[in-house]
């Protein structure tokens, strides 16, 4: 169908109008990209620590699953004051804040839970706790699990195993990864493993941790971490289900130690360089 004339010229006015508008934006966009080269697209992310990561899992194995969500706590984010908290007197000198305040933990301890028993619900689980540094998350994650299966159609019958295993001297994370206690791991043959841990660092200490497990043939493997560091020492390993991630600092409290030190202590915090000295072996 032809167009009349008046339709034709309003027509070619449009395009003459909406065309000087590209251009005069496209002219716009790219005299502010060279002015502000970091500026050029407006970011919609929110605020580092309030976004959701998808993490670079490497878990091959299952490609299709949800790649881990975790809260990020940002390279140059200072902590808290002491001051604000309590802390025990006893460590007052030796702390240089709180990164991560209790009642944090435990709201973030609670959704990891409810992500745990939405994909792992309605299998028996055997929560494996790797002691010592995963106590605390460990009796605080079966708490809220607990919790979900009074209140929820689709429970999860829950059994606990626990193994110690020891890598760290002083402030350092050493190449060999030792087990020096807890149950056997032949007991978990055919069964759905979690594995609790307190914190991935380099990745040895749960890469060797699931060799082992599966020497022993387990039905499935599930690891959560409260916290992966962001370090350039990580071998790329990445759990599960991460609480938080963290900046690559030594960290105590929440039964994270050094050196046996700080499990008394209930907000996670970054260890003082004086501290290091004081408690070294
Ligand atoms: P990875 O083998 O290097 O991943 O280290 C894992 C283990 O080292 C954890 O289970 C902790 O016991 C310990 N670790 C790593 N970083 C810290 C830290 O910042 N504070 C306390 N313990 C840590
Ligand atoms: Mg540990």
Redesign the pocket.
């Known amino acids: 169908m032809s167009m009349g004339a008046t339709a034709q010229s309003d027509y070619w006015v449009k395009w003459i109008v909406t065309s000087g508008f590209r251009k005069r934006r496209v002219d716009f966009m790219q005299s502010r990209r060279a002015l502000h080269p970091d500026a050029s697209r407006p970011s919609r992310s929110p605020p580092a620590d309030r976004r959701r990561h998808e993490s670079t899992d490497t878990n091959l194995k299952d490609k299709h699953s949800r790649m881990a969500a975790y809260l990020e706590i940002a390279d140059d984010s200072k902590g808290h004051e002491l001051s604000l908290f309590c802390v025990p007197k006893h460590y007052e000198e030796d702390l240089d804040s709180v990164i991560i305040p209790n009642g944090l933990i435990k709201d973030r301890t609670e959704r990891l839970a409810r992500d745990i028993v939405r994909d792992m619900g309605g299998h028996h689980i055997v929560a494996l706790c790797?002691l010592k540094?995963g106590y605390k998350f460990f009796a605080d994650l079966m708490d809220y699990i607990k919790t979900l299966n009074r209140n929820i159609d689709k429970s999860v019958p829950l059994t606990v195993d626990f193994i110690r295993?020891k890598?760290?001297s002083n402030d350092q994370?050493t190449n060999c990864?030792k087990v020096i206690g807890g149950d056997e791991l032949s007991a978990l043959t055919g069964k759905n493993v979690l594995i609790v841990?307190?914190?991935?660092?380099?990745?040895?200490?749960?890469e060797t941790l699931l060799k082992l497990l599966n020497e022993c043939h387990p039905k499935m493997v599930k690891v959560v971490s409260l916290l992966v560091?962001r370090t350039p020492r990580s071998s790329g390993y990445r759990p599960d289900y991460i609480g938080f991630e963290v900046p690559d600092?030594?960290?105590?409290g929440y039964a994270?130690?050094?050196n046996e030190y700080f499990r008394d202590l209930s907000h996670i915090c970054i260890l003082s360089d004086s501290a290091k000295e004081k408690y070294k072996v």
């Open positions: 790797v540094g295993l890598s760290y994370s990864v841990e307190d914190i991935v660092e380099t990745g040895r200490t749960m560091k600092k030594f960290l105590v994270l130690d050094y």
